[in-house]
């Protein structure tokens, strides 16, 4: 297989919320994995605490990365919880502002609001 | 006695030395003397030996007469009190003969150790009695006592005479057998090591009579017992079996390396399929043979040791089945065929009858494939029953000679059922025969959904890549246009991305777009956006107009669909060419001037993502010489080694491109140096380049 893409996950419970950081690559090969996780976190988090996909760590990610993230914003919306994205690299940052999202204040959170600032470095 | 006729006596002399010539073990040689000796001699008689250390061993009693069998086990236990003055202890002392003409109960009570062993003797009703030392080689090695008395007859000095001669042969053949007593020894602790050998052993002597057998032997053959090996008639125990060469061919006894060596033949070790006719019980046999010669170089038997290999064999043949199955399976895609010879494949070893059945549009079985052993028809209608419930109850089932297994991927449910006979060869099925059948049955799951899969994309495939793409870029006036498109990966893997340049009403549309997904499900969407656009774009001639068409058509399809776009209008509006472009969840295109690239484009969502959605256009002025190049994302997401391809490498390719080949070249060279590894997805590049000194563009194309 491919060289890159390769992900790992990890799923964290902070109070009422869960947050799913991602560490590598999200793409083609691996969004399958990510989106596992993310079905599980969904799962765990309670009465709308939130759901938080951390994206600091990931070096890149390509479409389907981006479609799991628009799948899980329209999905909140629907069932009532929040969802949002701790930002990530430049690189990242520009695949949401290609899909024009950049401006979506909802998707994105401060990690230090989420985790407490002692864990958010 | 003295009545008895000389040549009768010559004729028992004559029975011993028959008897004492063979070599068969001691204890079978005096009870056969003894048939001799009683009652043509004697009512009573007994044997006994004394070994060198002195010890006395009675090693034959025989009785002639009412209640003899109490008797003989009577006299086989006793012993001789040593201190007694006449009969047999005295012959044992003194090394000579006694005769007792009229024996009286004072002699019985001379001779009997106890009131017990008195009422033995007595119950003998013994008249006279002979006892002769057994003579040989200047030592006493045992004895032979003579009685007679319920026949009414007496014995005197002739018969005394005639007792030593008996005694002497009998010494002789003693002596004989006790020559070998070193070798009896060993015989004995041989015999006790074959009784625990795993291996069954089986001797015969020179006339195929089975003479001695292990239990072992006894276990492999589905019997009880040694004793039912060692009283079989020659020959008579192959009827019990069906017996099979490796490649399935029927064998004689004639056929085995017993038989063979028996003839003087070589035989080395034969391997053979053994059932047992009455169970159906198969093993793996081999079997071994070695002969056995007398000092004159004559065959005085064969040992055949035979060991079982069925486990063995049972896992290399497992092994290799699965190993070929697995090998046929994946080899082709034609799964009709596979199964075909899969199931060839299964009655060469697993069973006489296999057929493969899958579920039909009807949900019905349809047989696919079946083959039976030898090449031979089906004899009889099979119970097909058992397949289809395995099926509907997605439970595999064994019952004798009939195995039905599933076929199924883990967690899914049945799309077929291997079904297993036997018929000609009697076998039975065992458990590991079915977990064999579950892997197999589970490969050939794998197989024909692989199959499936792969026709059902190899025809999207096929057919999207006549229909996705333009066989060639058309010629738009005034302009200059190049294209390089690349599928990723395997060939039957079509991705997400397309591209299409079409006459509009004022203009042409050149775009690319690339939907999100892989497979089959992203392949029909690439269709509809594809056809979408183009149909759009036709009716409408305005980009944006195209695209929220398209977003529409997929939010009305189920689950999210997410599509992303670069779209230009190219027109003239009195000499001065320029490009409508707009994007939708796309990377920016390129305007090259001068050889230098700039980003073009404003940012907007994807085709998909929500209801409604505002796409808004930018208009690029092309000068001669100007390009704009589009181009999807699988460009830019190249995986090299460390890193991926990039926007901004992207723009370093293109600068100083001086048209729209020489841009496509550029990227296509760029990319294929900077991959590692197989391509992750498709890659479009579209150049379009202004020429110089173009006119119009809205004209009608020539020709």
Wanted: glycine share 10%; net charge negative; aromatic share 4%.
């Amino acid at each position: 297989m491919r060289r890159a893409g390769q992900l790992s996950l990890e799923l964290r419970r902070i109070g009422d919320a869960s947050v799913v950081s991602a560490r590598g690559d999200i793409d083609l090969s691996t969004v399958e994995k990510a989106g596992a996780a993310m079905d599980e976190a969904r799962e765990e988090q309670r009465g709308g605490g939130g759901l938080f996909l951390d994206l600091r760590e990931v070096r890149f990610m390509d479409t389907s990365g981006l479609r799991l993230v628009i799948a899980e914003r329209q999905r909140a919306d629907a069932e009532g919880y929040r969802f949002a994205v701790f930002p990530g690299s430049p690189k990242v940052q520009r695949l949401f502002e290609i899909a024009g999202l950049a401006g979506d204040a909802q998707l994105f959170a401060d990690p230090a609001t989420v985790l407490g600032v002692g864990e958010a470095g | 006695m003295s009545a008895s006729p000389d040549n009768d006596r010559f004729a028992l002399l004559a029975s011993i030395d028959e008897v004492t010539d063979g070599t068969v073990l001691l204890g079978g040689t005096v009870a056969r003397l003894l048939e001799y000796v009683v009652p043509a001699f004697a009512d009573v008689a007994t044997v006994d030996t004394i070994s060198h250390e002195g010890v006395f061993r009675r090693i034959g009693s025989r009785v002639e007469g009412p209640g003899r069998e109490e008797l003989e086990r009577g006299l086989l236990r006793r012993r001789p009190v040593p201190e007694a003055p006449l009969g047999l202890p005295a012959a044992l002392a003194s090394g000579k003969s006694q005769l007792i003409e009229r024996i009286t109960d004072e002699d019985l009570r001379a001779i009997a150790a106890d009131e017990a062993d008195f009422e033995l003797l007595r119950a003998l009703e013994l008249r006279s009695m002979v006892d002769v030392p057994l003579l040989a080689r200047g030592r006493i090695v045992g004895a032979l006592a003579c009685g007679v008395g319920t026949s009414g007859r007496d014995y005197g000095p002739e018969d005394l005479r005639f007792a030593e001669v008996l005694s002497g042969r009998l010494a002789l053949a003693l002596d004989n057998a006790g020559l070998s007593a070193a070798v009896s020894g060993l015989e004995q602790r041989l015999e006790a090591t074959l009784t625990n050998l795993a291996e069954a052993v089986i001797v015969r002597d020179a006339n195929a009579r089975i003479v001695f057998a292990n239990p072992a032997a006894a276990r492999l053959l589905g019997l009880v017992s040694t004793e039912e090996i060692t009283v079989a008639a020659p020959g008579s125990l192959m009827a019990l079996y069906d017996v099979f060469d490796e490649q399935g061919r029927r064998l004689e006894l004639a056929d085995l390396p017993s038989a063979i060596v028996a003839r003087g033949e070589e035989a080395g070790p034969m391997l053979v399929r053994n059932v047992i006719r009455a169970t159906g019980e198969q093993r793996w046999l081999l079997h071994k043979a070695t002969p056995v010669f007398d000092p004159g170089g004559a065959l005085t038997m064969v040992v055949s040791v035979i060991e079982d290999l069925t486990e063995v064999k049972r896992a290399e043949l497992a092994q290799r089945l699965l190993a070929e199955a697995g090998q046929i399976l994946s080899s082709s895609l034609d799964y009709h065929q596979s199964l075909q010879r899969v199931a060839e494949l299964t009655v060469s070893g697993l069973a006489d009858r296999c057929q493969v059945l899958l579920r039909g549009d009807d949900d019905g079985l349809e047989e696919v494939a079946v083959a039976h052993a030898g090449g031979e028809a089906p004899t009889e209608t099979d119970d097909l029953g058992v397949a289809a419930e395995a099926v509907e109850l997605a439970e595999a089932h064994l019952a004798g000679r009939v195995i039905a297994v599933p076929l199924a991927l883990a967690g899914q449910p049945p799309i077929g059922a291997l079904f297993l006979a036997m018929a000609q060869s009697g076998r039975m099925f065992d458990e590991s025969d079915l977990v064999l059948a579950r892997e197999l049955g589970q490969r050939a799951a794998i197989a024909v959904e692989n199959a499936r899969l792969y026709t059902e994309r190899s025809q999207i495939a096929s057919t999207l890549q006549r229909s996705l793409l333009p066989p060639e870029l058309p010629a738009i006036p005034g302009f200059e246009l190049a294209g390089f498109y690349q599928a990723a990966g395997e060939q039957n893997e079509v991705g997400g991305d397309f591209y299409d340049v079409f006459e509009v009403r004022g203009g042409w549309m050149v775009l690319v777009g690339d939907v999100a997904g892989r497979g089959a499900a992203a392949a029909a969407l690439t269709s509809l956006s594809r056809y979408t656009l183009r149909t759009a774009g036709k009716l409408l001639g305005d980009p944006v107009a195209a695209l929220e068409q398209l977003n529409a058509a997929l939010r009305e399809g189920p689950g999210l669909s997410l599509v992303s776009v670069c779209c230009a209008l190219l027109r003239d509006v009195d000499g001065d060419a320029r490009a409508e472009l707009v994007l939708a969840g796309h990377p920016p295109a390129f305007h090259l001037r001068g050889g230098r690239p700039e980003p073009a484009g404003v940012f907007a969502p994807f085709l998909g993502a929500y209801e409604r959605g505002e796409w808004t256009p930018v208009t690029v002025h092309l000068e001669p010489a100007d390009q704009l190049v589009l181009y999807t994302d699988g460009v830019i997401d190249t995986v090299g080694e460390d890193e991926r391809f990039g926007e901004d490498r992207l723009l370093a390719t293109l600068q100083g491109a001086s048209c729209a080949a020489d841009s496509v070249a550029r990227v296509e060279a760029a990319v294929r140096g900077f991959a590692h590894g197989p391509q992750a997805d498709d890659i479009a590049v579209i150049a379009v380049g202004r020429l110089l000194g173009a006119g119009r563009v809205d004209r009608e194309p020539e020709g």
